[in-house]
Every structure is written in C-alpha cells, then in structure tokens.
C-alpha cells in the first residue's frame, strides 16, 4: 500500500531516510523545472536541486504539515535559487555587441516588421535569457515570478519571505532596471 | 525603436518558453545516498563531540578535586602521611597475617 506523505515525512523524522526518496520522486520535476528558470547550465540546475534537497532533509522537523509540504518545497526551492544568483552574477557587465545572427535578425525584424514576429522566436528567447542576465539578483528574481510566472505580490512574498511592500520596492524597481537594460541593447545594436 | 513594445516582447517569449521538468537518470536515489552517508557521518559526529564534552568534563573535576587537595587547610602533611601508612597496611594486611601465621 502506498504510503502518504505525511507517514513519510514522519518516518523521515523518525530517523528512516530512505522514505525520503518517493518524495524526492514526486516532487524533483518540479524543483528542476524551477532551477531552469534561473540557471542555464545543466550541472548548476542539478546543483541548485540537490541543495534544494539536502536543506529540505535538514529542515524537515521545520515542516509543520499546516501548509502542503509541495508548498514548502518550492519556498525551499526560490530561495536556494536566489541564493545561487547572488553567487552566480557572472555576464553583468558585458555589452550587447556580440548578439547572435538570429538575435540580430530577430531585432531587425522587430524595427521593420514587428507584426511578423511570434512569441516563441528562439531568438527571442535567447534574448531575454541576456537581459535576464544582466539584471540584479532580486530585480532577476521578481521579474521571473511576477511577470514571467504571471504571480501576485502576495505569492511572491511568501515564495521569498519578503514583505509585501517590500515585494512591491522591488517589482518596482526591477521594472525600471528591466527598462534600462532593454534601452542599453537597443543603443548597443543601433549607435 | 519602440522600447516599451520590445520589453513586452522580450517578456512574451519568455512566457512562452516554459522550462522543461525533467530530471536525470535515478537522480532520487542518488540524493537518498547522499543522505545515508551524511547520516552516518552526523551519527559519528554526536558519537564525538559527545565523547569530548565528557572529556572536558572529566578533566574539569579532576583538576577541581586537585585543587581541592592541595589547597584544603585540613589535608596537612601529617594527616596525608598518615593516609598513606593507613592505605599501605590495609593493602598490606592480608600478607602481614600470612606471615604471623608461619
């Protein structure tokens, strides 16, 4: 019979840490699918979820089982991922000169026919990935959450365990470092 | 260039391309071996540290009672002498009775 999981988080905490494991199961897609967002080699996404992982082990008896543990995990889960961005912050400085052909095209095409462009363009993609880059980690962080992942403030603080205001600074902020950046790309292309 | 049109574009695409969630190859099991041999070497590490803490402790008192006999005004050199003899003929005694005996 297959066990629930509060009966595995109590034989976990009982000292049976291979009970661990179908929640590691369970829950991996989800803790890797966020990694993605904020880590594009594939050996950092698998670093970010091991930690994920090995601090949700160490910090299980800190579950109190009010909230779904999924819940939990994925607090767990942003804030490792903003931790590895604090640590991560290569590529802030570079400039937009060396785009890709496709990344060129892509914005050509924006100047001259912007109505021909889809949503899914790899090269779009790619360029965002860049400006995602260049942001600060908490600009980074609240631009994925809440205008990529489409949440609200109030998900976001609880996500990160920042105030609402604080959220709000934030979004705020990023937005207008989102916008320079964006103008930095479009001066570097075009002057 | 129309910036406000260009980030809302940017943002678009990046709606659009949702990460994958696959995970690698066994990678749970490899997390609950990863946490086994932690739990060992947490185990040990309480096993030690516990060790040490009666170590320090047992140092503690021994150096406590020293003190206690060297400083203590009644333990004079007569009466420790005299605990000495005491403590050698009661060690003793079964060996002076045997020879009395013969």
Redesign the interface.
């Known amino acids: 019979m297959e066990r629930t999981e509060a009966e595995l988080i109590a034989a976990v905490l009982k000292g049976d840490a291979a009970s661990f494991e179908p929640l590691v199961q369970k829950y991996s897609p989800r803790v890797f699918a966020t990694a993605r967002r904020y880590a594009r080699r594939e050996s950092e996404v698998e670093d970010i979820a091991q930690e994920v992982w090995l601090k949700a082990f160490s910090k299980l008896q800190s579950f109190r089982g009010e909230a779904p543990f999924e819940h939990w995990l994925m607090r767990m889960t942003v804030r490792t991922c903003y931790d590895f961005l604090r640590g991560h912050q290569r590529n802030r400085e570079s400039s937009f000169s060396e785009l890709s052909e496709p990344e060129n095209d892509w914005l050509e095409r924006f100047v001259t026919q912007p109505e021909t462009l889809t949503d899914n363009a790899d090269a779009a993609k790619l360029l965002i990935g860049r400006v995602l880059e260049k942001l600060t980690p908490p600009a980074r962080l609240v631009i994925t959450l809440l205008e990529i992942e489409d949440r609200s403030v109030k998900e976001i603080a609880e996500l990160t365990g920042w105030s609402v205001p604080l959220v709000k600074v934030r979004a705020f902020r990023a937005r207008g470092e989102m916008r320079k950046i964006v103008a930095k790309m479009a001066k570097d292309k075009y002057l | 260039?129309?910036?406000v049109?260009?980030?809302k574009?940017?943002?678009?695409?990046?709606?659009?391309?949702?990460?994958?969630?696959?995970?690698?190859y066994a990678?749970?099991?490899?997390?609950?071996a990863?946490?086994?041999s932690?739990?060992a070497v947490e185990n040990l590490n309480l096993w030690v540290r516990g060790l040490w803490r009666a170590a320090v402790s047992c140092a503690a008192i021994a150096l406590l009672i020293g003190a206690w006999a060297a400083f203590n005004p009644t333990t004079s050199v007569a009466t420790a002498d005299d605990l000495s003899q005491n403590f050698e003929t009661t060690l003793l005694a079964s060996v002076d009775q045997s020879d009395q005996v013969q």
């Not at chain 2, 574009?9 to 690698?24: F, H």
């Open positions: 260039m129309n910036l049109e260009l980030q574009k940017l943002l678009a695409a990046a709606r659009a391309d949702v990460p994958v969630d696959q995970v690698p990678f749970e099991k490899r997390i609950t990863l946490l086994a932690r739990v």
